[in-house]
């Protein structure tokens, strides 16, 4: 069965701390993509990464940076050097060949919160 | 930047009504879904739609519930009947190629039935 696990439900951090969102999937199939999407407090869903399961490799865009190990089944996100515009909820999202036209899995969502 | 766009933003009904909640897809985009999300949940797939036809459906995505693209450019959302449950944010996506491909997202519709 497909399943995405984002343990921490809120996390609250004071502006320029680093802090990391854990995602962890469940799935059966060996090709698969991951995806992580931002909801800021007006609710619109900004996509900000995806990542399939051949590219180990981890990716750094600016502030973010991302840690993918299909060891532990793992896509976690760092924000570095937080800010206050980072606060959102953070959404970890998988996509197999489970669903043919590879609708989106996602997890509960984590709430991050930055305060200056 | 090409972006989905969606309307109304917010749609408050009676119980019972019918509601359509639009969408227009980026334009070269050839894949497009439906999602909700009920006020603080996660995002759940509803349905994806391809070549003029559903391809996948949830559980969710009952008899209640039906999508057409009416023209070359809208994707719509009928809720016939509306329940008290259905209240929640709905958003459509679209992705260029094959459902792997990224999905982008519109700014969603919130939906209130009372």
């Known amino acids: 069965a497909q399943k995405v696990t984002q343990a921490q439900t809120e996390i609250s951090v004071v502006e320029k701390e680093d802090v990391t969102l854990d995602c962890v999937y469940e799935?059966?199939?060996?090709?698969?993509?991951l995806f992580w999407y931002k909801q800021p407090p007006s609710g619109e869903l900004v996509f900000l990464i995806r990542r399939n399961s051949f590219d180990e490799q981890n990716e750094i865009s600016g502030r973010y940076s991302w840690n993918f190990q299909k060891s532990t089944s793992s896509f976690n996100f760092t924000i570095t050097a937080s800010q206050v515009v980072d606060s959102a909820v953070y959404f970890c999202a998988l996509s197999d060949d489970g669903g043919s036209q590879g609708n989106l899995i996602f997890g509960k969502g984590t709430k991050l919160s930055v305060k200056p | 930047e090409p972006e989905v766009t969606q309307t109304p933003s917010h749609q408050v009904t009676q119980m019972g009504q019918e509601v359509i909640l639009r969408c227009v897809p980026i334009?070269?985009?050839?894949?497009f879904y439906w999602y909700r999300q009920i006020l603080g949940q996660k995002v759940e797939f509803l349905v994806s739609f391809y070549n003029n036809e559903i391809s996948e459906k949830s559980e969710i995505f009952d008899d209640q519930f039906s999508v057409e693209r009416p023209d070359g450019s809208n994707f719509t959302l009928k809720i016939r009947s509306t329940k008290l449950e259905d209240s929640a944010m709905y958003f459509c996506?679209?992705?260029?190629?094959?459902?792997?491909?990224?999905?982008?997202f519109g700014p969603g519709t919130r939906l209130l039935v009372l």
């Open positions: 334009s070269n985009h050839l894949y």
């Open positions: 996506a679209s992705s260029s190629g094959e459902g792997r491909e990224t999905q982008y």
């Open positions: 799935t059966r199939d060996t090709t698969y993509y």
